[in-house]
């Protein structure tokens, strides 16, 4: 099989590399990819929101599979345009129809059908220009922290948390009125806060059978000890301690059962992941959001610990018959920290040389924000590359990361040295 990944980060740097190692798989594109994906795929350089494009290279490279990896292309429609085409009538295509990527699209679509399935989730009121006062009222009634969530796609970056009252009046104005997220911000979820521990569990679906994928706990905040602004993340690990099998069973039970069913029960066109961001709140799982598609970083932590042939579970969810397979995970423990550009989530260079020291061998070195020019490699984006260590522990796996990273350099990179350090403490 030829397989095209849509997409140019970490995510789709994993992907490839994964669906790269199944026997089924012929050739490998990546589009448009960056500057690490050419060493598993072939990139092919288009504009991915141009849909006549990406239709383009897939007819001209025979491609039978396409991932699609970020999740603008989703809500934008392209699985859409792609099932539209008649040319296309035998591509088997991995990413939900925009019906169900409005789960990402829209904090409202998604709030409103957790409540409708019975999803466990925290209580929220929906904002715009309109009712704003109706929202200083609504988060005086709330106990501090506040949760304010932009309602469209923000990047990963869309939400503010803040502890003072003032403040949160401040950052709802700023969020309609000053419009700090563009359109994704006109309308605003208040939402009451959950304690706890959060994780990201991720699962493979045909829209009526299901695959739950190894969980994975990310790191988002810029600082240690999570301080600071958010980002797209700053690492992850995976397995996750308190995950355990019980804490498994209640999230399958009461979370990914309910939503299956309300994806087939909705009508909606789906066919590949939901990552449902959760809260452990007190051994009761919560739902925080849904995403429409794999997490970054996670990816580079969950695939590398799945055992089972990827390219035949994608293709089995593509084909409608996930129902027949089982999935297969490795025993041991991935972490992987992120490279990031000085300055990073805010302003921050490109162009900057990398210069590897020696050849990383302790760990699996995903590209994200990078790009060759005349065979030099130049950062170009914000989160740069994942250190992917694994080991018989969590100890062992980000002594890999982390030795991997002391050989990589560029002008003002910058990491987190305590990927996991929560988790350190629980005793994993």
Same mark, same amino acid.
């Given at each position: 099989?030829?397989?095209?990944?849509?997409?140019?980060?970490?995510?789709?740097?994993?992907?490839?590399?994964?669906?790269?190692?199944?026997?089924?798989?012929?050739?490998?594109?990546?589009?448009?990819?960056?500057?690490?994906?050419?060493?598993?795929?072939?990139?092919?350089?288009?504009?991915?929101?141009?849909?006549?494009?990406?239709?383009?290279?897939?007819?001209?490279?025979?491609?039978?599979?396409?991932?699609?990896?970020?999740? *603008?292309?989703?809500?934008?429609?392209?699985?859409?345009?792609?099932?539209?085409?008649?040319?296309?009538k035998d591509l088997k295509i991995?990413?939900?129809?925009?019906?169900?990527?409005?789960?990402?699209?829209?904090?409202?679509?998604?709030?409103?059908?957790?409540?409708?399935?019975?999803?466990?989730? !925290?209580?929220?009121? =929906?904002?715009?220009?309109?009712?704003?006062?109706?929202?200083?009222?609504?988060?005086?009634?709330?106990?501090?922290?506040?949760?304010?969530?932009?309602?469209?796609?923000?990047?990963?970056?869309?939400?503010? +948390?803040?502890?003072?009252?003032?403040?949160?009046?401040?950052?709802?104005?700023?969020?309609?009125?000053?419009?700090?997220?563009? $359109?994704?911000?006109? %309308?605003?979820?208040?939402?009451?806060?959950?304690?706890?521990?959060?994780?990201?569990?991720?699962?493979?679906?045909?829209? &009526?059978?299901?695959?739950?994928?190894?969980?994975?706990?990310?790191?988002?905040?810029?600082?240690?000890?999570?301080?600071?602004?958010?980002?797209?993340?700053?690492?992850?690990?995976?397995?996750?301690?308190?995950?355990?099998? !019980?804490?498994?069973? &209640?999230?399958?039970?009461?979370?990914?059962?309910?939503?299956?069913?309300? =994806?087939?029960?909705?009508?909606m066109d789906y066919t590949g992941?939901? /990552? +449902?961001?959760?809260?452990?709140?007190? #051994?009761?799982?919560?739902?925080?959001?849904?995403?429409?598609?794999?997490?970054?970083?996670?990816?580079?932590?969950?695939?590398?610990?799945?055992?089972? $042939? /990827?390219?035949?579970?994608?293709?089995?969810?593509?084909?409608?018959?996930?129902?027949?397979?089982?999935?297969?995970?490795?025993?041991?423990?991935?972490?992987?920290?992120?490279?990031?550009? #000085?300055?990073?989530?805010?302003?921050?260079?490109?162009?900057?040389?990398?210069?590897?020291?020696?050849?990383?061998?302790?760990? =699996?070195? /995903?590209?994200?924000?990078?790009?060759?020019?005349?065979?030099?490699?130049?950062?170009?984006?914000?989160? *740069?590359?994942?250190?992917? #260590?694994?080991? %018989?522990?969590?100890?062992?796996?980000?002594?890999?990361?982390?030795?991997?990273?002391?050989?990589? %350099?560029? &002008?003002?990179?910058?990491?987190?040295?305590?990927?996991? /350090?929560?988790? &350190?403490?629980?005793?994993?």
């Open positions: 099989m030829n397989i095209l990944v849509v997409g140019s980060g970490g995510r789709e740097h994993t992907l490839a590399w994964k669906i790269k190692q199944s026997p089924k798989c012929d050739k490998v594109f990546v589009a448009p990819g960056n500057g690490g994906t050419e060493n598993v795929a072939i990139n092919l350089p288009i504009n991915i929101d141009d849909h006549n494009q990406v239709k383009s290279v897939i007819i001209e490279n025979g491609i039978d599979l396409v991932v699609i990896g970020p999740e *603008v292309p989703l809500v934008n429609g392209i699985v859409d345009d792609l099932k539209a085409a008649t040319e296309l991995v990413g939900p129809a925009k019906s169900g990527a409005m789960l990402e699209g829209s904090k409202q679509f998604a709030k409103d059908f957790m409540q409708k399935y019975g999803v466990p989730t !925290a209580g929220a009121k =929906i904002i715009t220009e309109a009712n704003l006062k109706e929202g200083y009222e609504f988060l005086e009634s709330l106990k501090p922290p506040y949760v304010l969530k932009a309602d469209g796609l923000a990047a990963g970056k869309g939400v503010l +948390i803040t502890k003072d009252i003032d403040e949160a009046k401040t950052n709802l104005t700023d969020l309609i009125v000053n419009k700090k997220f563009g $359109d994704a911000s006109a %309308k605003v979820l208040i939402e009451e806060f959950l304690s706890g521990i959060e994780l990201s569990v991720f699962v493979l679906t045909d829209g &009526k059978d299901y695959v739950i994928l190894p969980a994975a706990k990310d790191y988002k905040r810029i600082g240690e000890g999570d301080t600071g602004l958010n980002t797209g993340g700053m690492g992850a690990i995976s397995p996750v301690i308190f995950a355990d099998k !019980a804490f498994m069973q &209640k999230v399958e039970d009461e979370v990914v059962k309910p939503t299956v069913k309300g =994806i087939a029960e909705e009508g992941f939901v /990552f +449902i961001g959760l809260m452990n709140n007190a #051994g009761q799982p919560y739902v925080i959001e849904y995403n429409v598609r794999m997490g970054d970083p996670e990816t580079e932590v969950v695939l590398p610990r799945i055992k089972s $042939d /990827f390219l035949e579970l994608l293709e089995a969810a593509a084909d409608g018959q996930l129902g027949e397979k089982t999935l297969e995970v490795e025993p041991y423990t991935a972490s992987t920290v992120i490279l990031v550009a #000085g300055g990073y989530p805010e302003s921050y260079d490109k162009g900057d040389e990398i210069t590897v020291k020696e050849e990383v061998k302790s760990a =699996i070195v /995903f590209h994200a924000g990078t790009r060759k020019d005349n065979g030099k490699l130049l950062t170009n984006g914000g989160r *740069v590359m994942a250190m992917t #260590g694994l080991g %018989k522990n969590l100890a062992e796996a980000l002594a890999h990361s982390y030795a991997a990273a002391d050989q990589i %350099k560029w &002008k003002n990179m910058n990491f987190r040295k305590d990927i996991g /350090f929560d988790l &350190k403490e629980l005793g994993q």
